[in-house]
């Protein structure tokens, strides 16, 4: 036997009404009812193969004017009857959207709508068209592009708007099966239009269950690949890099085409805190924080030997005296920071925006909430007990 016959690349014409579920096609020739295909050969399009197939002599519907675009690529060992031997056929699914919604009760005979759990029971369907609508349905793949710096408050990730899931890292649902770290930057490019040079490298796999709306209502099984992606010449941490600018351009587009956004606008940094605890973020956020954390250990690996090791002041207690410095300092501090931001281009705003440089805290320290000012306390309070645990005195000098 020759080898090519060991494996076939199939494109498959997918068409889903939300109402009526899967239109299939008894193709007498397979012995069932299965979606429309096209076998592949090296060069082509599989979106166009699969309207191809759609114009088969055999199939009995004509639909000018479809459209198709890629959603899934999947693969299954199965017998194959002309090579008479298992092969290993590869999906690239296609879905076609017609230019009109499909009245069942016109459709000729040999097409017919099957919801997902019909098609699963029925016993005139196809083994291939079973396993092609299972993957859809059960299963959904997701390449995650995890963007890291450092910020005042710690490791900060970057994450964009989706209209459909809130804040979400830079993603791209797996349609081929390209390597893991090409489809990383492809979500990069698409999710920020950053255009500068980009390295991926792939750190971990997550799975979870969730409900989905996709081709019905039901829990769904996803598979998140976690990359990190590294951007060789953009500082980060710099205002106006070439990430943000990009970034300030996009959503630009975004606002002019009508979209909406949360509170931080189309994308923002985020602290490891934040994602826990943010309502506005995807809630798959909190599922991938552990590999989003190894991912960042990738992009910035000096996060991995870096133990922090503060002095030890858990010996020193302050005077009265002193711990009335505490306030004076916090406030201070709180100044200096400020008067740093203002410096850096940044203003008031009541929410944290990180593409307009607003911020909340920028107010009089008075004027703070109580868990800002306890912050700022707290770091006074243990620059104080650091003096005195290094063998200095602070005393305060008496004006003659």
Request: proline residues 7%; contains cysteine.
């Amino acid at each position: 036997m020759s080898e090519e016959l060991r494996h076939k690349t199939v494109a498959v014409a997918v068409i889903y009404d939300k109402e009526h579920g899967f239109l299939l096609w008894n193709n007498k020739r397979w012995g069932g009812y299965a979606f429309p295909m096209r076998h592949l050969e090296p060069g082509d399009d599989p979106a166009q193969a699969a309207l191809t197939a759609l114009s088969d002599l055999d199939f009995p519907l004509s639909l000018p004017n479809a459209t198709a675009s890629p959603i899934e690529c999947t693969g299954a060992f199965g017998f194959s009857e002309g090579a008479k031997q298992d092969t290993y056929y590869d999906y690239h699914v296609i879905e076609i959207r017609p230019a009109r919604p499909l009245d069942p009760a016109s459709l000729d005979p040999d097409l017919r709508f099957f919801t997902y759990e019909q098609l699963q029971a029925a016993t005139n369907v196809t083994w291939s068209t079973r396993v092609i609508a299972t993957s859809l349905v059960e299963t959904q793949e997701v390449v995650v592009a995890v963007i890291c710096r450092r910020g005042p408050s710690g490791v900060e990730f970057l994450l964009v708007h989706n209209r459909s899931y809130g804040y979400f890292f830079p993603a791209i649902r797996r349609k081929t099966h390209s390597p893991l770290e090409d489809m990383a930057v492809q979500a990069v490019r698409f999710d920020t239009s950053y255009g500068g040079p980009l390295a991926a490298r792939f750190c971990r796999e997550v799975a979870n269950i969730h409900p989905s709306t996709r081709f019905g209502a039901r829990e769904r099984r996803y598979r998140f690949y976690l990359c990190c992606v590294m951007l060789a010449e953009a500082n980060l941490a710099e205002p106006g890099n070439a990430l943000a600018k990009a970034l300030d351009d996009l959503q630009a587009a975004k606002k002019n085409a009508g979209q909406q956004f949360g509170e931080r606008g189309y994308w923002g940094w985020f602290t490891l805190d934040e994602l826990h605890r943010h309502p506005g973020l995807s809630p798959d956020v909190a599922d991938l924080l552990p590999a989003a954390s190894e991912a960042a250990e990738m992009c910035l690996p000096d996060l991995r030997s870096y133990q922090p090791k503060p002095i030890d002041t858990s010996g020193v207690q302050l005077s009265p005296e002193i711990l009335n410095l505490t306030e004076k300092l916090a406030d201070s501090a709180h100044d200096i920071w400020a008067g740093q931001r203002f410096a850096d281009g940044w203003t008031y705003g009541p929410r944290r925006d990180d593409a307009h440089k607003k911020h909340p805290c920028l107010v009089p320290y008075a004027e703070l909430p109580d868990g800002e000012k306890q912050y700022d306390r707290n770091a006074a309070m243990e620059t104080l007990k650091a003096i005195m645990a290094l063998g200095y005195r602070i005393e305060k000098q008496v004006s003659s």
